[in-house]
């Protein structure tokens, strides 16, 4: 009997890892006569043991979506009507190739959706895409949402995706801020079954502090809910960071010898103590007192910090005090504590000696704003302006690949006014929404049934160590074309090939790589071995399953494609459908540091513009007036699920949060509408009155505005909603990252 796929009770069962959110789910699904008549949550998932979110629950709602495109679209004016792949293609060839040959490769920019890293073949294939088209325009939805996570770590531990995530399951009090894991399930931080999770700590005695502007479910569960004005995060840290140092609670353990800067930190946060801190946060100097003893206090301790924190003008700031903090608390790097993950696809180095190159940023910098490049990326606030701004490197076409930046990113309205005038735009992508409608060539991805399923991204992020690999579940539709064979057309056209060079001589090049990289990598299993003797033993297989059986074999739990020794590899992973647990996460430091030190180097230099700029704001009167921040909720992720019945049925959840006291000076109650109104744009909402939020503040969810003519997402245009981003204000962001200014921006209400 096949382990992945077996008749029960005339019933054909699968088992697969939804790829909707970070939390990795196991799902068991029933096929009947070729289709998903019901999912629910695998109970024999090593990592989630049943627990089931409403998006997973739909899944293959989404696969029979007959809005979803199964074939490519071209534009013929103000139309779209399907094509063959072979016309596409050449569609496009016709359409890029002529704009790079005359202004050059950054005339064409690219921009990447969150979708991506839930995308096995995306994750392998769009860094040899971006490799091959060499633009220095690359954008994404790293500069809303986590960039500023990677950046700290990069300047601490020297490479920006060494995150270290709370260790939640050992853990004995949970400080969290900006972070919602009952509805969002966690980000950053992958862990099926948050609410479960969270519950545990509590029952085990330990406690949980939520810090959020309002009062989320994961706030309303917690032991103490405290208050913060929005993008006030890094003082109420600075606070607690100087309460350590001030009253002799600093205890890095056996950290010590592995850090550098301490003296330098000691220094830095002296003028921020509780009571310097405290009036601009809106919270109690010796409540953030309180909070910085508990933290030492408990056995095990660790702080927690998402979206909220990151969104905000100081989201570097603030993210790198967290790890400062769970540094200074002796609670990095143990368990209980903040903890790095080894995922079994990771580059793992048998006694590797700490250092490497370190993090740097700003190699090149954006035509027009002069924005530093950070991961290879600008600055998706500065998309509009490559666009509309004249000149040598003017970006004159777009290539979108999983994304809706029309609605994800700031002053929605400029970007989409910009993207009329392009020359040329393709989008693969599996609608056509807000952003696709100005595509000249859409190119659809078969549904996520019809293709296999490893995180490769939250699998380096999990509170576990664990492996689970998903066959697809249906076969490829007629017409229809792998995700891998998509960007392997373009890469292969961006490379200067033409169709007379196969796709496998593509594929194979870059599997070459991959495997000459490694071979020539000081203490690789395969170091100083043949590429073409790997590449025979990694058999016949295709696409991105042989990358990923690369990876297994020659990670921290493979068999290094030693014939004798047993060790993880693809084929393993297909025998055990429930998946692999690799076991609790361990202490790594000091090995898995890259810095360029060999250290965990606490001060770095790209903190001290901020802290500068705070101290001078703490000098001053906290500021007054009506700010705005964003939420989501558990039926939704970000702009793309809601052309689902079922997610988007019932009440409706895009209307303003406003507390009675911002309510009542302009007389409105909950079911009226107001207008909000920014530095950058105006829209009408419905308001909830409600002291779920704190007085000074509402919010507003993201991803919503379905309302654009062209596009062809039948529910999501019934339930339109408003888009929050027509107010986010493209000139304000963190300055270190590049990324945008959701939360704290500054507004004003009127009734209509």
Same mark, same amino acid.
């Given at each position: 009997m096949n382990p992945v796929s077996s008749e029960v009770s005339g019933h054909r069962e699968a088992f697969r890892t939804c790829p909707l959110c970070e939390a990795t789910c196991g799902l068991k699904l029933t096929i009947e006569e070729g289709e998903v008549t019901r999912v629910e949550g695998d109970?024999?998932?090593?990592?989630?043991?049943?627990?089931?979110?409403?998006?997973?629950?739909? @899944?293959?709602?989404?696969?029979?979506? $007959?809005? &979803? /495109?199964?074939?490519?679209?071209? =534009?013929? %004016?103000?139309?779209?009507?399907?094509?063959?792949?072979?016309?596409?293609?050449?569609?496009?060839?016709?359409?890029?190739?002529?704009?790079?040959?005359?202004?050059?490769?950054?005339?064409?920019?690219?921009?990447?959706?969150?979708?991506?890293?839930?995308?096995?073949?995306?994750?392998?294939?769009?860094?040899?895409?971006?490799?091959?088209?060499?633009?220095?325009?690359?954008?994404?939805?790293?500069?809303?949402?986590?960039?500023?996570?990677?950046?700290?770590?990069?300047?601490?531990?020297?490479?920006?995706?060494?995150?270290?995530?709370?260790?939640?399951?050992?853990?004995?009090?949970?400080?969290?801020?900006?972070?919602?894991?009952?509805?969002?399930?966690?980000? @950053?931080?992958?862990?099926?079954?948050? $609410?479960? &999770? /969270?519950?545990?700590?509590?029952? =085990?005695? %330990?406690?949980?502090?939520?810090?959020?502007?309002?009062?989320?479910?994961?706030?309303?569960?917690?032991?103490?809910?405290?208050?913060?004005?929005p993008g006030m995060d890094a003082l109420f840290l600075l606070g607690i960071a100087s309460t350590l140092f001030e009253e002799g609670l600093v205890n890095t353990g056996d950290l010590r010898e592995h850090c550098t800067g301490l003296v330098d930190v000691q220094d830095w946060v002296k003028?921020?103590?509780?009571?310097?801190?405290?009036?601009h946060c809106h919270m109690e100097a010796g409540t953030i007192r309180r909070i910085a003893r508990e933290l030492t206090e408990a056995p095990t301790s660790v702080v927690y910090g998402r979206i909220g924190t990151c969104t905000t003008e100081f989201g570097s700031l603030s993210s790198w005090l967290i790890d400062v903090i769970n540094v200074l608390t002796g609670h990095l790097d143990r368990p209980g504590g903040a903890m790095f993950p080894m995922s079994a696809h990771s580059?793992?180095?048998?006694?590797?000696?700490?250092?490497?190159?370190?993090?740097?940023?700003?190699?090149?910098?954006?035509?027009?704003?002069?924005?530093?490049?950070?991961?290879?990326?600008?600055?998706?606030?500065?998309?509009?302006?490559?666009?509309?701004?004249?000149?040598?490197?003017?970006?004159?076409?777009?290539?979108?690949?999983?994304g809706n930046p029309v609605l994800s990113t700031p002053n929605g309205h400029r970007l989409e006014k910009a993207l009329g005038t392009l020359d040329f735009m393709v989008c693969v992508d599996p609608y056509r929404n807000e952003t696709t409608r100005y595509a000249d060539v859409i190119l659809p991805p078969p549904s996520p049934l019809q293709r296999s399923h490893y995180d490769l991204a939250f699998y380096d992020l999990s509170i576990r160590n664990v492996a689970n690999y998903s066959e697809p579940i249906f076969p490829l539709q007629e017409g229809c074309l792998e995700e891998s064979a998509i960007l392997l057309h373009l890469i292969r056209m961006f490379a200067g090939q033409d169709a007379s060079v196969p796709l496998s001589f593509v594929d194979d090049f870059i599997v070459k790589q991959w495997i000459q990289s490694e071979i020539s990598a000081e203490g690789s299993p395969i170091s100083g071995r043949e590429a073409d003797d790997i590449l025979a033993a990694l058999g016949d297989q295709h696409g991105p399953e042989r990358i990923l059986d690369f990876l297994l074999r020659v990670g921290p739990y493979g068999d290094g494609f030693e014939p004798d020794k047993e060790g993880l590899s693809l084929s393993l992973l297909r025998e055990q459908p429930h998946g692999i647990d690799l076991g609790a996460l361990e202490p790594r430091i000091p090995e898995v540091l890259a810095t360029s030190s060999g250290t965990i180097e606490l001060a770095p230099p790209g903190v001290i513009p901020d802290m500068d700029k705070l101290r001078q704001q703490i000098q001053q009167e906290p500021t007054s007036g009506l700010v705005l921040i964003g939420r989501r909720h558990l039926r939704s992720n970000n702009s793309w699920m809601h052309n689902l019945e079922h997610l988007v049925r019932g009440k409706g959840r895009c209307h303003l949060l406003i507390h009675p006291d911002d309510a009542a000076p302009i007389s409105v109650e909950t079911g009226q509408s107001v207008m909000i109104q920014s530095r950058v744009g105006a829209l009408q909402v419905t308001v909830e009155v409600t002291d779920d939020i704190m007085p000074g503040v509402v919010c507003l969810p993201h991803g919503w505005g379905h309302n654009q003519p062209?596009?062809?997402?039948?529910?999501?245009?019934?339930?339109?909603?408003?888009?929050?981003?027509?107010l986010t204000d493209e000139a304000v962001m963190d300055a270190s990252s590049g990324t945008s200014v959701l939360n704290g921006i500054p507004v004003e209400i009127s009734a209509v």
């Open positions: 109970p024999d998932d090593v990592f989630s043991h049943g627990f089931l979110c409403p998006k997973g629950a739909v @899944l293959h709602h989404l696969d029979s979506d $007959p809005d &979803r /495109l199964r074939l490519p679209q071209v =534009r013929e %004016g103000d139309t779209w009507r399907d094509a063959s792949w072979e016309e596409a293609f050449a569609r496009i060839e016709e359409g890029l190739m002529p704009l790079i040959q005359k202004y050059g490769r950054n005339a064409v920019a690219m921009y990447l959706g969150n979708p991506n890293v839930h995308n096995l073949s995306s994750t392998i294939y769009l860094r040899p895409l971006i490799k091959t088209l060499r633009t220095q325009n690359l954008f994404s939805a790293s500069t809303v949402d986590q960039m500023p996570k990677h950046v700290s770590s990069g300047w601490m531990f020297g490479h920006p995706r060494l995150i270290p995530v709370p260790d939640i399951d050992r853990t004995d009090y949970l400080l969290m801020l900006g972070a919602n894991p009952w509805v969002s399930n966690g980000s @950053l931080c992958t862990a099926p079954d948050m $609410p479960g &999770r /969270l519950k545990a700590i509590r029952k =085990r005695g %330990g406690k949980i502090v939520v810090v959020d502007p309002r009062k989320t479910r994961s706030a309303r569960e917690a032991d103490e809910h405290l208050w913060i004005q003028g921020f103590r509780p009571e310097q801190v405290a009036s580059r793992y180095r048998e006694n590797k000696k700490p250092g490497g190159r370190g993090f740097r940023t700003g190699r090149w910098h954006s035509r027009v704003g002069g924005h530093p490049e950070v991961m290879g990326e600008l600055p998706v606030a500065a998309l509009a302006e490559e666009i509309e701004t004249p000149g040598e490197g003017q970006v004159r076409a777009l290539l979108t690949i999983a062209n596009t062809s997402m039948h529910i999501a245009a019934s339930h339109p909603g408003v888009n929050t981003n027509i």
